[in-house]
């Protein structure tokens, strides 16, 4: 397995798509602290929306766009194996298929968790010298636990569902469209009288629970608590919706990738 | 010593590799020939355990997966450009020996030793097909492996190349180190191997030594030249003689020995001009061994009973030394 791990971590080091990905997933909350610091240097700061901030918005927004960039980094550790046919000589170089994906799997977990740490510590820091760090709460940490989960399974999400497909160019689009078109879409027509019943399902579509794990937000705090609407899934529950979806894309495609040819 | 036994490999209801068995024996280049589709780069996939299909390949009795650190065992080279197209040609080749614990300097040593230490930082982009070949050969040999496996090594390779790389194999083989190396050069085959696998529509046609393959695949023929070639030609032919298309005013004769004809062409008065001997080039022999397992034909080549991919139409046969 140290070995595997030695092959991927020169692998994810010898290429510049890396360094633009992190860059940008670490630049964009980055952007966005700092005016949210800047602009509020001279008001009140509560926690629960420094963090929101501090998390690039993927609670607010509907593409986490800090999430979808290391899910890029997912794709692109099996994607570039097979878009540029590397994955023969590397399959040569290794051929213990389980230990390969075994350590695409720990670098890509490891890469997202340190992309989070730094983010968070960085949009601290920035917040410190723009306005004062704000006090966190219980809530607040657990949305920047929650943001650094997410990361992480979008790295596995984004890794797993290339194992799955071997089209970089079809799962590429897939993490865009699915969280910013096809989920909202789904979630809006729960509205609709003759699929009401289906609104408590809208719950557990995968990627908008996923983006609930930084939520730091109460939906009183966001304008969107209806009384007629079904209980909210708590941080826990929609971190477990995310990871069962997660576990559901990585099993098949680990379980082909050592049975199919190369 | 590799030990290919059995080797199968299905696509849906059409056979890619059928039941292949053969050895490749240490201190010998061995070519691995076949028309195109004849399932080569199939098979060498399923010798690595790259492919899943039935049968097993040994490696002095070990299977590759089976192998810890492969490289330093087993270099490969299955497809030329096989690499990212910005990853440096140094790092590719760091990152395939971070896999087999090869030291980092040996990245340098190889690529010198290919002919590519000038562009060892360069990005693979811009190789050419043949520079690319040289990067895959310098990843073969990183780890100082006692075998190589070369799924067609000369293509894209230009001529002061394929020398190169002939001489290097010869050399590599003479160490007594194996080498298995397919190709469809034909002729490169002819100077590099002492041992053939033939295979066709991925059935074995023959395996053993390159001479007893031309000899088992071909006959000689007796070229004659004569100013009464057609009279001549007539006598022989009550006696076995068969002519095949002739070149430059040549008979160039089947089924009978020069002997034969020097008496013939005696009793009669008949003056030669030549009789000489010719003995098939492997070409020819492949030509013989294939011509029913090509996978693509042309109408041409059918009505003139050629394999695919060889050009027929006005091709003087080359003679062996």
């Known amino acids: ?262 | 010593m590799i030990t290919a036994h059995g080797l199968g490999k299905r696509y849906g209801g059409k056979v890619a590799v059928d039941d292949l068995t053969f050895e490749v024996s240490p201190g010998k280049v061995t070519g691995f020939l076949g028309p195109n589709g004849a399932g080569k780069s199939t098979t060498m996939r399923l010798m690595l355990d790259l492919d899943h299909g039935s049968g097993r390949t040994l490696f002095d009795g070990r299977r590759y997966r089976d192998i810890k650190h492969p490289m330093r065992e087993i270099g490969t080279v299955l497809e030329a450009k096989a690499f990212h197209p910005t990853r440096r040609a140094r790092n590719h080749l760091r990152m395939l020996a971070a896999a087999n614990a090869v030291p980092t300097s040996r990245c340098d040593d190889v690529l010198e030793q290919v002919g590519l230490a000038s562009v060892s930082r360069g990005k693979p982009k811009s190789f050419s097909l043949g520079m690319g070949q040289r990067l895959g050969l310098a990843a073969a040999l990183l780890g100082e492996p006692h075998t190589l496996i070369l799924d067609e090594p000369a293509n894209g390779l230009d001529p002061q190349g394929i020398h190169w790389l002939r001489d290097f194999l010869k050399s590599f083989a003479a160490s007594g180190r194996t080498v298995f190396v397919s190709s469809h050069l034909l002729s490169e085959m002819a100077l590099m191997a002492d041992q053939l696998v033939v295979i066709g529509r991925g059935r074995m046609i023959d395996s053993g030594p390159v001479r007893e393959f031309v000899s088992r695949f071909s006959t000689t023929q007796v070229v004659v030249r004569s100013p009464r070639l057609g009279e001549l030609v007539e006598l022989l032919r009550p006696l076995g003689a068969k002519d095949v298309p002739s070149v430059d005013g040549a008979a160039v004769l089947d089924g009978i020995t020069p002997e034969r004809v020097g008496d013939t062409a005696a009793a009669h008065g008949i003056a030669l001009h030549e009789l000489s001997t010719r003995t098939a080039s492997l070409e020819q022999a492949f030509l013989e061994a294939t011509g029913a397992s090509s996978e693509y034909r042309t109408p041409d080549q059918d009505a003139a009973g050629m394999p695919a991919d060889v050009p027929h139409a006005g091709t003087a046969p080359e003679v062996m030394p």
Not at chain 1, 142 to 170: E, F, H, K, Q, S
């Open chain 1, 1 to 262: 397995m140290i070995d595997a791990l030695r092959l991927e971590w020169v692998r994810l080091r010898t290429v510049r798509s890396t360094y633009w990905l992190i860059g940008l997933a670490i630049a964009l909350p980055a952007v966005l602290t700092g005016l949210v610091g800047y602009f509020s240097r001279n008001d009140e700061l509560e926690a629960s929306i420094a963090v929101a901030f501090m998390t690039g918005g993927v609670a607010l927004f509907p593409l986490p766009l800090p999430a979808v960039l290391v899910g890029i980094l997912g794709v692109l550790s099996i994607g570039h194996e097979y878009r540029h046919a590397t994955i023969r000589p590397t399959l040569t170089a290794l051929p213990a298929r389980s230990h390969l994906v075994g350590a695409k799997l720990v670098v890509i977990v490891a890469t997202a968790t340190v992309v989070g740490v730094v983010t968070l510590a960085l949009n601290y820091a920035l917040l410190a010298v723009t306005r004062g760090a704000p006090e966190m709460d219980a809530n607040a940490r657990a949305a920047i636990t929650g943001y650094v989960v997410l990361l992480i399974l979008w790295g596995i999400v984004g890794l797993g569902a290339t194992l799955l497909t071997r089209i970089m160019a079809l799962v590429l689009p897939l993490l865009f469209v699915l969280p910013l078109v096809i989920e909202p879409v789904l979630s809006v027509l729960t509205f609709i009288p003759a699929l009401e019943d289906l609104r408590p399902a809208a719950r557990f579509l995968p990627f908008t629970a996923g983006s609930q794990l930084a939520q730091s937000l109460s939906p009183n705090e966001l304008g969107t608590a209806d009384p007629n609407a079904p209980q909210p899934l708590s941080r826990v529950e929609n971190g477990a919706v995310f990871a069962a979806f997660t576990m559901l894309v990585l099993a098949p495609a680990w379980l082909l990738f050592s049975r199919r040819d190369a």
